[in-house]
């Protein structure tokens, strides 16, 4: 569960998070709605604990400033950018995050066959499309079954089939029990 309770950002004089209070339960899809540079990512970082905030914020009773690598170890985050290593192909970058996050390599490559990333596996991140990147991103977030799953704009660059993809992996995953929280600027695309 993620809870925050008058969590607030500012930068300077410019305002990115005034008095968000939200409750987040097992099982829910939450949508971030808002325009570029409504502070939705400035959020996912609070959450994460990799920006500090004022307010608190707790995941699953933990602080993500304070306990922040066991707040870490139970979320599977997506980047808006996607954080992958544009040198290493396809199999290389599933392989690397798969032993980083202590998964056995079946895994990644039973995630990537559902991705349609399998007949892209000899090839590099740098020269996957924009849509591929982003199944791949979405492939690593999901690597170690996380309980939590955050996203930041993950239907940018996909097309269609692959956002009908990603929401019904979505709502999949909430009806197991997990919770999901999704930044999007574009809520229609993921809804079913």
């Not at 008095?19 to 971030?32: M, S």
């Not at 544009?86 to 995050?97: A, K, M, N, Y």
């Not at 079946?106 to 740098?126: F, I, M, N, Q």
């Amino acid at each position: 569960m993620i809870s925050l309770n008058h969590v607030s950002k500012r930068f300077g004089k410019r305002v990115a998070l005034d008095d968000v209070c939200l409750e987040i339960g097992a099982g829910e899809v939450t949508l971030l709605l808002g325009s570029n540079g409504a502070g939705k990512s400035t959020l996912l970082r609070s959450i994460l604990g990799i920006a500090d905030f004022d307010g608190r914020i707790l995941i699953n009773g933990l602080d993500p400033i304070a306990d922040g690598p066991a707040v870490r170890s139970f979320i599977g985050y997506m980047p808006q950018t996607g954080g992958l290593h544009g040198d290493l192909t396809v199999e290389e970058t599933i392989r690397f995050f798969s032993e980083i996050r202590q998964v056995p390599p079946a895994r990644g490559r039973a995630l990537a066959d559902e991705a349609g990333l399998v007949e892209h596996s000899a090839t590099k991140v740098c020269d996957l499309s924009g849509g591929m990147r982003q199944r791949l991103g979405f492939v690593v977030a999901l690597l170690a079954d996380p309980s939590i799953l955050i996203l930041d704009e993950p239907s940018s660059s996909l097309d269609a089939a692959s956002r009908e993809w990603v929401a019904m992996r979505l709502q999949s995953l909430a009806r197991a029990g997990r919770t999901v929280l999704v930044s999007t600027h574009a809520g229609a695309e993921l809804m079913l």
